[in-house]
Antibody, heavy 121, light 113 residues
């Protein structure tokens, strides 16, 4: 059974850095793309970017390019989303999601449970 | 970016009354080489992650009740819930995966009267 388990909720101050994680199990981690999706409070879904852990090929939405960094450590089957300097507007639920297509552009079959990030002074 | 526009923003239906959600893309999301529409539908219940319902515009994901169906092609798509049940109360999103960045519609909230 494919499972994506995300790290726990975070409360941070503006300007702080943060790295949240998404651990995959039940499948070949290096053969599935893992993407990140933002959901701001009461709002819809936004595709941030995606990584192929097999070769670390990473694609970003222009809206998020330069704002976050997506990475993966295939030795521990874990993908990451990180910020170097958080803003209050980064307050949101962040989901990781995966698919097994050879293309980075695909629907997501599997979703993590979400990580709530709250940025407040 | 390909803009996905859903309508209505919300709808309230009686149990057993058909529910129809529309999704329009700002450009065609059909690949003529394989004649596939790169359109998916998700259901998101409160406090839960989205759940895949439909992909390739009309293919139902395994385990999804057959009261959910998808149709449409090119730029205009529809999700139909033929006889909504209480457990179908949720927000529904369409998603195009034809071009980067992948984009979602703004969501349609379905409630039961």
């Amino acid at each position: 059974e494919v499972q994506l388990v995300q790290s726990g909720a975070e409360v941070k101050k503006p300007g702080e850095s943060l790295k949240i994680s998404c651990k995959g199990s039940g499948y070949s981690f290096t053969s599935y793309w893992i993407g990140w999706v933002r959901q701001m409070p009461g709002k819809g879904l936004e595709w941030m970017g995606i990584i192929y852990p097999g070769d670390s090929d990473t694609r970003y939405s222009p809206s998020f390019q330069g704002q976050v960094t997506i990475s993966a450590d295939k030795s521990i089957s874990t993908a990451y989303l990180q910020w170097s300097s958080l803003k209050a507007s980064d307050t949101a639920m962040y989901y990781c999601a995966s698919h097994g297509s050879s293309s980075s552009l695909h629907y997501f079959d599997y979703w993590g449970q979400g990580t709530l990030v709250t940025v407040s002074s | 970016d390909t803009v996905m526009t859903q309508s209505p923003a919300s709808l309230a239906v009686s149990l057993g009354e058909r529910a129809t959600i529309n999704c329009k893309s700002s450009q065609s999301i059909i690949d003529r080489s394989d004649n596939k529409n790169y359109l998916a539908w998700y259901q998101q219940k409160p406090g839960q992650p989205p759940k895949l319902l439909i992909y390739w515009a009309s293919t139902r994901e395994s385990g999804v009740p057959d009261r959910f169906s998808g149709s449409g092609s090119g730029t205009d798509f529809t999700l139909t819930i033929s006889s909504p049940q209480a457990e179908d109360v949720a927000v529904y999103y369409c998603q195009q995966y034809y071009s980067t960045p992948v984009t979602f519609g703004q969501g349609t909230k379905v409630e039961i009267k």
